[in-house]
């Protein structure tokens, strides 16, 4: 299948629309913010087609650590997390359709949970159906969520993995993951030297260094998205993968509007 140059995934990080260390607290104006930057730049772009991701912040990292529910789910205590955990994602994935419908864009939420299951490694995906709803000119919504998976009760896939998976089948020129940071610091907390583009090259020639997360991230913060996309850029020939700050009025906007923002991820073959 050929890349379709029309079709950008963005994620909305769980860090950037929650206050991620205060359980259960969205950034209200951020989110609403962002809605309406994603709208103009519709406006701007008529032919761009968008899925929109986000992750679960304050909402679903702790009551997930708290279960283990990545690990696994095998007790009725575990289930119990499992119900948990996709009820904080599920509030939050309201909210966010709240804002983003109140601005005017035509979203239609696909949870994974709902639609995906995995066995052994590998993730099934309704792919079809989220493919009719971009042909009828709407806006699929996905998010870190749990799972059934059939060797091991449930797990959660975050909005990186579900993005993965959907590349392979969708094949978007772009992935923008919008969080709190500038993009990728190769000398993260102190945050002086920013790293402008990585490829499996510039990760042997400069020996960067890759940090996790502050906060609570049950799916492995920076460290774990920088592997997972550059993996991504390898197996899905021309996507690039850019990495940065979201809080900034604007940044959303300009990079739906193509312009270089923050980190950018990309094959050595590109």
Request: neutral net charge; glycine residues 8%.
């Amino acid at each position: 299948m050929s890349m379709d140059s029309n079709l950008t995934f963005l994620k909305l990080g769980g860090s950037l629309i929650t206050e991620k260390d205060k359980p259960r607290t969205p950034r209200a104006k951020i989110i609403q913010q962002i809605a309406w930057e994603i709208r103009e730049a519709l406006r701007e772009i008529p032919n761009l087609r968008l899925i929109i991701g986000h992750g679960s912040g304050s909402f679903g990292h702790a009551t997930a650590k708290k279960y283990r529910t990545r690990e696994g789910v095998y007790t009725l205590e575990d289930w119990y997390g499992f119900v948990h955990v996709w009820y904080d994602a599920r509030a939050l994935n309201q909210l966010v359709i709240d804002a983003l419908f109140s601005a005017g864009l035509p979203v239609i939420a696909f949870p994974p949970s709902a639609i995906t299951f995995r066995e052994g490694k590998k993730v099934q995906i309704a792919t079809q159906l989220i493919q009719i709803a971009i042909e009828k000119g709407l806006i699929p919504v996905v998010q870190g969520d749990v799972i059934f998976d059939l060797d091991q009760g449930g797990t959660i896939l975050s909005t990186e993995e579900v993005f993965a998976e959907l590349s392979f089948h969708l094949r978007p020129q772009r992935i923008l993951l919008a969080g709190v940071e500038e993009g990728v610091w190769a000398d993260f907390p102190l945050r002086h030297s920013l790293v402008t583009e990585i490829s499996e090259d510039t990760i042997k020639s400069e020996n960067i260094q890759i940090s996790g997360s502050i906060a609570t991230d049950v799916t492995g913060g920076m460290a774990e998205k920088v592997k997972s996309m550059l993996d991504l850029c390898q197996r899905v020939p021309g996507l690039e993968v850019w990495i940065f700050n979201g809080l900034k009025k604007g940044n959303v906007l300009n990079a739906l509007r193509g312009f270089p923002m923050g980190t950018k991820i990309l094959s050595r073959n590109s």
